[in-house]
């Protein structure tokens, strides 16, 4: 089963870009879908993109159409989550998480692996 790691979040202005890495160490992402998830203060978590083992099938929330992408790297092992046009009401805790799965949601109950998170903050 794969530990997954966040990181790349950190303090941008309104207008930002900021680019999220998901790293897996102890199984290989190859056979598994990875989601990207946030959770803001007093707010319930919710999916924001995800991407097919394959990486042929990507989802995302209608909050981030055309503003975010998401893309992966299996010999690096890695998920990326290209943020730009960083919005204040983006800022939250940003998780991914994997599952076996050919398909994608971003529904955080399809998921059983998750990382620990990283903040995001947008403020000027």
């Known amino acids: 089963q794969p530990q997954l790691a966040e990181s790349g979040g950190g303090l941008v202005q309104p207008g930002g870009s900021l680019r999220l890495t998901c790293a897996a160490s102890?199984?290989?992402?190859?056979?598994?879908?990875v989601g990207w998830f946030r959770q803001a203060p007093g707010k319930e978590r919710e999916g924001v993109s995800c991407?097919?083992?394959?990486?042929?099938?990507?989802d995302f929330a209608d909050s981030v159409k055309g503003r975010f992408t998401i893309s992966r790297d299996n010999v690096k092992n890695t998920v990326y989550l290209q943020m730009n046009s960083l919005k204040p009401e983006d800022t939250a805790v940003y998780y991914c998480?994997?599952?076996?799965?050919?398909?994608?949601?971003?529904?955080?109950?399809?998921?059983?692996?998750w990382g620990r998170g990283t903040q995001v903050t947008v403020s000027s």
């Open positions: 102890g199984s290989t992402l190859d056979y598994y879908a």
């Open positions: 991407i097919s083992s394959s990486g042929g099938r990507t």
């Open positions: 998480a994997a599952e076996i799965w050919a398909g994608c949601s971003i529904k955080s109950w399809e998921y059983d692996y």
